[in-house]
T-cell receptor
Framework: DSGVTQTPKHLITATGQRVTLRCSPRSGDLSVYWYQQSLDQGLQFLIQYYNGEERAKGNILERFSAQQFPDLHSELNLSSLELGDSALYFC?????????????FGSGTQLSVL | AQSVAQPEDQVNVAEGNPLTVKCTYSVSGNPYLFWYVQYPNRGLQFLLKYITGDNLVKGSYGFEAEFNKSQTSFHLKKPSALVSDSALYFCAVRDGTTDKLIFGTGTRLQVFP
C-alpha cells in the first residue's frame, strides 16, 4: 500500500459530462502529481501541485483543471468529456517539490467515457 | 529534447533465468534515472533510481540497474527471474530543464514457469 488514496476507482460517464477525481496524498507529502495513462499515449504528466500551489504543468488540456486544498488533498476536474479522455488517471505524491524524488502512486481512477 | 526509450514492448524469460529490460535516454546535463513497476490493477511502484555515484544501483525485489554514460543506457536487470516479477516496467528520466519526470512507454515482462 503506497499510502496514496484515489477515489473513485471506476467512473463511467457520457460525452459532454464533467467529473471530479479525488486524491489524498501520503501522510506528510506536500506534492501531488496527476498522470494520465492510455494505451496510445502511455503515461503522460498532467500537472503538479506543491503545498497548495501549482508548480509544474504538462500536457493538460484546457478542459481539465486541478487544485490542491489546504488539507493537501487534490482534485482533478475533467469537463466536456470526449471519448478520447477514457484512460486511467493516476495521482502520485512526494515529500518535496522536485521530480528527482521517489513518487508514490495511487491505484488510479479508471475513467470510461461512453 | 529530453526523452527516454524502451525499445522492447515485451520481454519473455523463463523462471530462474536472468532478465534484462532495456532503457536508453537523452538528456542535457546529468541524468536522474528511475525504474518503476506496475502490477495489474495497481499504481506504479518505485524500484530504484540513479542520481550519482556507483554505476550499479540496487533496488527493491532483487532488481538492479546499470548506468552506462557512454551508451546513455540504464538497463534493469535481475539475476534470477520469478513468475511474480511479471508486470509492466517503466523507465523514467528527470528532465533537467523543465524538472518533470518523463516516462518511457513501458515494457511488459512475462516470466514463464
Amino acid at each position: 500500500d503506497s499510502g496514496v488514496t484515489q477515489t473513485p476507482k471506476h467512473l463511467i460517464t457520457a460525452t459532454g459530462q464533467r467529473v471530479t477525481l479525488r486524491c489524498s496524498p501520503r501522510s506528510g507529502d506536500l506534492s501531488v502529481y496527476w498522470y494520465q495513462q492510455s494505451l496510445d499515449q502511455g503515461l503522460q504528466f498532467l500537472i503538479q501541485y506543491y503545498n497548495g500551489e501549482e508548480r509544474a504543468k504538462g500536457n493538460i488540456l484546457e478542459r481539465f483543471s486541478a487544485q490542491q486544498f489546504p488539507d493537501l488533498h487534490s482534485e482533478l476536474n475533467l469537463s466536456s468529456l470526449e471519448l478520447g479522455d477514457s484512460a486511467l488517471y493516476f495521482c502520485a505524491s512526494s515529500a518535496g517539490p522536485n521530480f528527482g524524488e521517489k513518487l508514490f502512486f495511487g491505484s488510479g481512477t479508471q475513467l470510461s467515457v461512453l | 529534447a529530453q526523452s527516454v526509450a524502451q525499445p522492447e514492448d515485451q520481454v519473455n524469460v523463463a523462471e530462474g533465468n536472468p532478465l534484462t529490460v532495456k532503457c536508453t535516454y537523452s538528456v542535457s546535463g546529468n541524468p536522474y534515472l528511475f525504474w518503476y513497476v506496475q502490477y495489474p490493477n495497481r499504481g506504479l511502484q518505485f524500484l530504484l533510481k540513479y542520481i550519482t555515484g556507483d554505476n550499479l544501483v540496487k533496488g527493491s525485489y532483487g532488481f538492479e540497474a546499470e548506468f552506462n554514460k557512454s551508451q546513455t543506457s540504464f538497463h534493469l536487470k535481475k539475476p534470477s527471474a520469478l513468475v511474480s516479477d511479471s508486470a509492466l516496467y517503466f523507465c523514467a528520466v528527470r528532465d533537467g530543464t523543465t524538472d518533470k519526470l518523463i516516462f518511457g512507454t513501458g515494457t511488459r515482462l512475462q516470466v514463464f514457469p
